[in-house]
């Protein structure tokens, strides 16, 4: 047996290890050894499942950003690597990063790997975080707002701000 092919097989023995670990819920231990079958040989698809799984170990261990490089590598070297995709929408999810998540969820549903009604909660998520960023945009503008009317003995609670229900846009106007 050759150097590489004695590298190859520990590389496989690390991933294997891995594996194991990860049945067993010992998620730390689980990424150890992914990360020392990555720092050995590896054809692209085990080096792929190795990030994929390291990934998923991340995922558990609540290390999202981790979680999302490892996928993202992962589908680097194989773009249909549909469970690195999925897992990869997820941690776009928890970051709250949902505008690539409804990517990451769409292309999977093209691909039949996840059904519409998940794409559906996806698009919801991410117009509740919208809705709450433009809530926050107002409140933040209110604080300006008073800050600078104050000098003239005025606060944004003598105006009134009207939703357009049609557009969605605001109009201000004073009350007495």
Known sequence: MTTTEA???????????GNEHFRNKQYEEACECYTLALSKPLNDADRAACFANRAAAKLKLEDYE??????????????????????REQCYLKLGRYEEALKDAKTLKEARQISSEEVQH??????????RRKEEAITKL??????????FGLSVDN??????????????????
């Open 7 to 17: 590298s190859f097989h520990e590389a496989q023995e690390d991933k294997n290890r």
């Open 66 to 87: 981790g979680a999302l490089e490892d996928c993202s590598e992962a589908l680097n070297l194989d773009e249909n690597y549909w469970k690195a995709l999925y897992r």
């Open 122 to 131: 996806i698009e919801q998520l991410k117009e509740r975080e919208e809705e």
């Open 142 to 151: 209110k604080e300006v707002g008073n800050s600078v009317l104050g000098y």
């Open 159 to 176: 105006f009134k701000l009207d939703k357009d229900p049609t557009t969605g846009s605001y109009n201000i106007r004073l009350e007495k």
